[in-house]
């Protein structure tokens, strides 16, 4: 099956950016991104005090990474875009079936890998204001695996009043291979080649082998 845009390279590092993001302290950000700056720095304050909790096993572990992603991840928004023009194409059916599968299928995926960075360190190397009350926070990652090289990642955040925060996360990239616009082009080939209910079958399939992967 397609990995949807998250090949071996984009999994690992995905995963480590989000984690490793909150393993030391948060440089001060020039206004006006700082408070853009601050939240993505306590979304992996949040992270990190889980995943550093030795009083909890990893599956209980995984199940708070999973409710954080929730929480700040623009998942109905990113799940709409991925889908491109085909989004307009599917029955009513088949939007609540694609979208009830794919928060599973996203969550799981980076969630069961989370638990597994445990360290690591990061360096703000720029912050900007893209307009329109979107922010991109660049950071260099590093990973505890000794003799790793930093890693280049973007976070995309953008001011939302629903959440409580008053931001939401809506694209990661990864030495420049974004997340949404990955799976876009590849769940676009899925679909021109094999239909929307045969991706809506792999992302719950996807999602079943994760939730089968050994603790």
Known sequence: MNNFGCGNLFRKTLSCALVCASLSSFPAFAAPVDDAGKYVENVGNKAIETLSNKKLDKEVKRNKIEQLFRDNVDINWIGKFVLGRFFRQATDEQKKRY????????????????????????????????????????????????????????????????????FVIFD??????????????????????????????????????IDRKPN
Not at 115 to 141: L, V
Request: hydrophobic share 30%; charged share 25%; net charge negative.
């Open 99 to 166: 979208f009830k599968e794919y928060e599973t299928f996203l969550v799981r995926h980076y969630a069961t890998r989370f638990t597994d960075y445990t360290s690591g360190s990061f360096t703000i190397t720029n912050s900007r204001d893209d307009g329109g009350e979107e922010f991109t926070i660049n950071m260099q990652i590093k990973s505890g695996e000794a003799g790793s090289e930093p890693i280049s990642v973007d976070y995309r955040v953008r001011a939302d009043n629903s959440h409580k925060d008053g």
């Open 172 to 209: 990661i990239t990864v030495e420049g291979v974004s997340m949404i616009t990955t799976q876009r082009s590849e769940f676009s080939s899925v679909i021109t080649n094999k239909g929307m209910d045969y991706l809506i079958t792999q992302l719950a399939d996807k999602s079943n082998g």
